[in-house]
Nanobody
Framework: QVQLVESGGGFMQAGDSLRLSCAASGRTFSNYAMAWFRQTPRKEREFVAAISSSGGGTSTAASLAGRFTIARDNAKNTVYLQMNTLQPEDTAVYYC?????????????????WGQGTQVTVSS
């Protein structure tokens, strides 16, 4: 089992920056690819970004590339999501997820473990 706990969400203004963190415990963190997804009540869970187990490879949703960056620190068992120039449409619950993947994927079904989510609200 891998336990994931997100933190860093909050109420923001458009144009602000915010960094989310996801702390992992349980199995060996460096064996798992990590990803961030987000969800609103009206939409399905949406892929945000993913990072390989070593951190050497990343993938970001095309619509968010340039504003959102994923990173990880295997020594701290933590994955981060840096979000810049936030917009009201970024309002969502943000989830981190872990999976033992050889290739990064945007499919949520590929990830076995999920955190409880952290709310990000952006006002205009």
């Amino acid at each position: 089992q891998v336990q994931l706990v997100e933190s860093g969400g909050g109420f923001m203004q458009a144009g602000d920056s915010l960094r989310l963190s996801c702390a992992a415990s349980g199995r060996t963190f460096s064996n798992y690819a990590m990803a961030w997804f987000r969800q609103t009540p009206r939409k399905e869970r949406e892929f945000v970004a993913a990072i390989s187990s070593s951190g050497g490879g990343t993938s970001t949703a095309a619509s968010l590339a340039g504003r959102f960056t994923i990173a990880r620190d295997n020594a701290k068992n933590t994955v981060y999501l840096q979000m810049n120039t936030l917009q009201p449409e970024d309002t969502a619950v943000y989830y981190c997820a872990a999976g033992r993947l050889s290739l990064l994927t945007s499919s949520p079904t590929a990830y076995n473990y999920w955190g409880q989510g952290t709310q990000v609200t952006v006002s205009s």
